[in-house]
């Protein structure tokens, strides 16, 4: 979400239908993480709500982890360098 101008319709409704659509394309077979960096207080919080209820979802594989930098979410991800 680092290059994010603004946000529509970003509603507590909104963000658990997302949840629950991206959970939809999870691999259980296959697990994988996700990660989102964002360093503005309205992104994080959204962020951090998708995530929540996307743990909440039954058939969730996918790990997920919410960060402030870029350096915190390559990290996370074990990766040797960030991105530009």
Known sequence: M???TSVEG???KNMKALAALSVQTDD???PSKLVIFASEDLHFGLARMYETYRN???KHS???AIF???DEAVRWLNLD???P
């Open 81 to 83: 360098s960030p991105a």
């Open 56 to 58: 909440l979802e039954a």
């Open 2 to 4: 680092s290059a994010v």
């Open 28 to 30: 259980p077979a296959q």
């Open 62 to 64: 996918r790990q997920v």
């Open 10 to 12: 970003a509603t507590g």
């Open 68 to 70: 402030r930098t870029r």
